[in-house]
């Protein structure tokens, strides 16, 4: 069982900056992809980014391409999230997620290519 622990979240202003971070663990287990996803109150949780592991493929919901930017450290088993220009709109728990399988391009947004979540950062953005 992969274990996801996110970092870096808190209350920010609009126009700020924050970095989430997320370290995979747990034993023996391969880094297919990992993405982030985000749940705002009475709404279903949605894809933001994801990044497939050894290729670097990099995939963005429209809502944020151009403010934020996933990355990752293979040797570290972390993926990182950049939310740069915060609007309120972007207040959500951000979710973690993991799969030890290499998704298709077209699959990495979708919530049913990963099998391990985190248990979430929360993020609010004041105006």
């Known amino acids: 069982q992969v274990q996801l622990v996110e970092s870096g979240g808190g209350f920010v202003h609009s126009g700020d900056y924050l970095k989430l971070s997320c370290v995979a663990s747990?034993?023996?287990?391969?880094?297919?992809?990992m993405g982030w996803f985000r749940q705002a109150p009475g709404k279903d949780r949605e894809f933001v980014a994801a990044?497939?592991?050894?290729?670097?493929?990099?995939s963005y919901a429209d809502s944020v391409k151009g403010r934020f930017a996933i990355s990752r450290d293979r040797a570290k088993n972390t993926v990182y999230l950049d939310l740069n220009s915060l609007k309120p709109e972007d207040t959500a728990v951000y979710y973690c997620?993991?799969?030890?399988?290499?998704?298709?391009?077209?699959?990495?947004?979708?919530?049913?290519?990963?099998?391990?979540w985190g248990q979430g950062t929360q993020v609010t953005v004041s105006s």
């Open positions: 747990g034993g023996t287990f391969s880094m297919g992809a």
């Open positions: 990044i497939r592991w050894i290729e670097a493929n990099k």
């Open positions: 997620a993991h799969s030890q399988k290499r998704p298709i391009l077209s699959n990495m947004s979708s919530r049913q290519a990963y099998e391990s």
